[in-house]
Every structure is written in structure tokens, then in C-alpha cells.
Antibody, heavy 119, light 112 residues
Framework: EVQLVQSGAEVKKPGESLKISCKGSGYSFTSYWIGWVRQMPGKGLEWMGIIYPGDSDTRYSPSFQGQVTISADKSISTAYLQWSSLKASDTAMYYC????????????WGQGTLVTVSS | DVVMTQSPLSLPVTLGQPASISCRSS???????????LNWFQQRPGQSPRRLIY???NRDSGVPDRFSGSGSGTDFTLKISRVEAEDVGVYYC?????????FGQGTKVEIK
């Protein structure tokens, strides 16, 4: 079974750093793009960026370029989303999802990681 | 970026009645390979999104056949033939043709 399992919920203060993870299993991790999606409280879905773990090729949404870093460690089939200095406005649910090129789609999705940034 | 516009944004439906959601894109979603990468996702309350439909009309395994997708070019529709209680949630269209992929605003389906 193809699965993406994300790290647990985080509570942080403004200015702190954070790295959340997304571990893939049941497929060849290096052969599929992994994307990150933000969902702010009560809002819709926004693409943040994608990474190809095979060669770490990464593309960012202009809205998130410079605000986050996406990376991957193919030796442990894990993708990451990282902040160097969190803001209260980063409070959101973050999902990872596997891109399936032949379908031009994403499936499956991880269970989500809730990030709360509050002083 | 390709803008995806859904309507309506809220859809109260009587159990057993049909429902229809429209999704329009600001440019054609036909890719250079001839495929149209338009997807539909369901997000039930408190859950991750789940794909229902890919490439306009292909239903995912395990998705009830009361869900169907149609359309072409820039105009797409998701139909539920008879709404059931488990269909409550928010439905999103998403284009996978042009990077940056983009979602519609979401349509909230609720029971009247």
C-alpha cells in the first residue's frame, strides 16, 4: 500500500525554527515528485512547492519562495518542509502528497501536520 | 497562474437528490500530450483531501459510481447522482496541467 506518514503536531513561538517530515512507503520514493500544501484555518488548499527526491530538483510557488525550504533524504524516503523563523501567520495544517505524472494528479495525501505558532 | 473558479461555494442538498459543482479554468487545461489534467478532491470534516476523479472523468478505485466528472478545455463539472450523508464535506477541483498547479476555492456540500 502506498502511504505518506507525516510527523506530529507542533506548537512553536514566533521566531523559532521548525522542520516537519513526510515519510513515503510502498513505492519507489525516488521516482515521484512530492508536494507540500498549506491549509490555513477554515480556508482552502494552496500549493507551496514540490521536490523530486531522485535528484532533489525543487520548485516553489512564488508565494512561498524564500519563506520555506523543501528538501528530501532519499536514503530514508523522507521529504521535509522547513522554516527558519516562524510567524503567527504560518499557523496552518500542512499536507504532503505524491505526484503521479501519468494522471497529472496527486495521490495519496499524508494525514497532515498541524503547526501552531503562538506567543 | 491558472485561476480555478468553482461555483457554487455552498451547496445545501436534500438526501437522495442530485448535486452539481462547476469548475472553470482561466486557460485551457489540455496538455501538450493531449491529456487534460483536471482532478476532483473530497475533504471530509477533519480529514485529509481524498482524490475522487483524475483526468476529468476517471473515477478512483473505491469511489462510488454516484460520483462522475465531465467537461473539456476550460469548463468542468462534478456530479453526485444521489447525495448521501457521507458526502458532506468540501470539494475542490485542481489543475495539474500548468505548474504552479492550482485549486479551486472549494465547494461546501451540506445536507438541508
Amino acid at each position: 500500500e502506498v502511504q505518506l506518514v507525516q510527523s506530529g503536531a507542533e506548537v512553536k513561538k514566533p521566531g523559532e525554527s521548525l522542520k516537519i517530515s513526510c515519510k513515503g512507503s510502498g513505492y519507489s520514493f525516488t521516482s515521484y515528485w512530492i508536494g507540500w500544501v498549506r491549509q490555513m484555518p477554515g480556508k482552502g488548499l494552496e500549493w507551496m512547492g514540490i521536490i523530486y527526491p531522485g535528484d532533489s530538483d525543487t520548485r516553489y510557488s512564488p508565494s512561498f519562495q524564500g519563506q520555506v525550504t523543501i528538501s528530501a533524504d532519499k536514503s530514508i524516503s523522507t521529504a521535509y518542509l522547513q522554516w527558519s523563523s516562524l510567524k503567527a501567520s504560518d499557523t496552518a495544517m500542512y499536507y504532503c502528497a505524491r505526484h503521479v505524472a501519468v494522471a497529472g494528479s496527486v495521490d495519496p495525501w499524508g494525514q497532515g501536520t498541524l503547526v501552531t505558532v503562538s506567543s | 497562474d491558472v485561476v480555478m473558479t468553482q461555483s457554487p461555494l455552498s451547496l445545501p442538498v436534500t438526501l437522495g437528490q442530485p448535486a452539481s459543482i462547476s469548475c472553470r479554468s482561466s486557460q485551457s487545461l489540455v496538455y501538450s500530450d493531449g491529456n487534460t489534467y483536471l482532478n476532483w478532491f473530497q475533504q471530509r470534516p477533519g480529514q485529509s483531501p481524498r482524490r475522487l476523479i483524475y483526468k476529468v472523468s476517471n473515477r478512483d478505485s473505491g469511489v462510488p459510481d454516484r460520483f462522475s466528472g465531465s467537461g473539456s478545455g476550460t469548463d468542468f463539472t462534478l456530479k453526485i447522482s444521489r447525495v448521501e450523508a457521507e458526502d458532506v464535506g468540501v470539494y475542490y477541483c485542481m489543475q495539474g496541467t500548468h505548474w504552479l498547479w492550482t485549486f479551486g476555492q472549494g465547494t461546501k456540500v451540506e445536507i438541508k
